[in-house]
């Protein structure tokens, strides 16, 4: 009777190990998903609001429409540039009137005073904190014209949006990385609960010569049940958290120009909690076959 309670008591014991395991890679998975959800996110709005910023390029009075849409087809073949609108002198007035509520070439006499310009928005790249480095470039680049007088923007805007990433994009890696340290650790003591449960089998195959490696083998196996099972339920639990965020704020989450990115997440999630619970428990597993040996 008392063996039967003590094997009963045992299996109780390993399941909860493993519930606990399971359910303490879930968390750190659902919080680093949703810190890699929150940078891939505003990564996209930087990155779509730079390329929003329009570049002036105001030409000369003698600059002949010809030329003007030369150096528009000219512009168009840097890697950078990602359009180019040309506005002629009798648009930008029209333009200006609307804006305006009223004629601006009846108020000056029919002379317009008004130069035509070109429009240009500039491809933030895979690094929109670089985006400066683009635009002093294409300012360089474009003043060289002999016909362009200078090149107008909003420069606090670019500054501003390149900040807020730089500093938001550092307080994540460096959360991040804190996290992956204390997950690293809380799983490792809750494998010790499933590795304890097998010290016997340990112990015994550790007796009779066995090596490090063929120990550690099967619990390098089930680690790897343990991250999948971990990944999936993490992935599941944030699919369904930012699923209620998107229908309670009316937002586009799920639009397709999202799903790439969505696709790396997850297979970062899964990597990642693959080989947290593999390095958890290889040192979990070496440190209990050290002590066994120490002790013998």
Request: glycine share 4%; proline share 2%; no cysteine.
């Amino acid at each position: 009777m008392g063996n039967k309670n003590h094997t009963q008591h045992g299996k109780i014991k390993l399941w909860s190990g493993r519930t606990s395991t399971v359910f303490s890679i879930m968390l750190v998975l659902f919080v680093f998903g949703l810190l890699m959800f929150v940078e891939y996110h505003s990564y996209m709005a930087t990155h779509k609001m730079q390329e929003r910023i329009a570049y002036q390029v105001d030409l000369n009075a003698e600059t002949s429409e010809e030329e003007a849409l030369a150096l528009r087809d000219e512009l168009l073949t840097l890697d950078y540039v990602k359009s180019v609108d040309y506005i002629s002198a009798d648009e930008a007035a029209r333009l200006f009137s609307i804006q305006l509520e009223e004629d601006i070439l009846t108020l000056l006499d029919s002379v317009n005073p008004l130069y035509p310009t070109l429009m240009v928005t500039l491809k933030a790249g895979n690094n929109p904190t670089k985006m400066m480095e683009v635009q002093k470039r294409f300012e360089k680049e474009v003043n060289t014209y002999t016909n362009v007088d200078g090149v107008t923007y909003h420069e606090s805007m670019l500054n501003d949006l390149s900040q807020i990433f730089y500093k938001l994009s550092w307080f994540l890696i460096i959360f991040v990385v804190l996290l992956l340290f204390v997950s690293v650790a809380l799983i490792s003591t809750t494998i010790k609960i499933s590795i304890f449960s097998n010290r016997h089998t340990i112990r015994t195959m550790s007796m009779v010569g066995a090596k490090m490696g063929f120990i550690t083998r099967p619990f390098l196996w089930r680690s790897v049940i343990y991250g999948f099972l971990g990944a999936l339920f993490a992935t599941i639990l944030m699919y369904g958290v930012i699923y209620v965020f998107n229908k309670q704020f009316h937002l586009a989450l799920f639009h397709p120009r999202y799903f790439e990115g969505y696709i790396f997440m997850v297979a970062a999630i899964f990597v990642i909690g693959i080989a947290i619970s593999m390095i958890a428990t290889y040192f979990s597993v070496h440190r209990h076959i050290r002590k066994n040996n120490e002790y013998n």
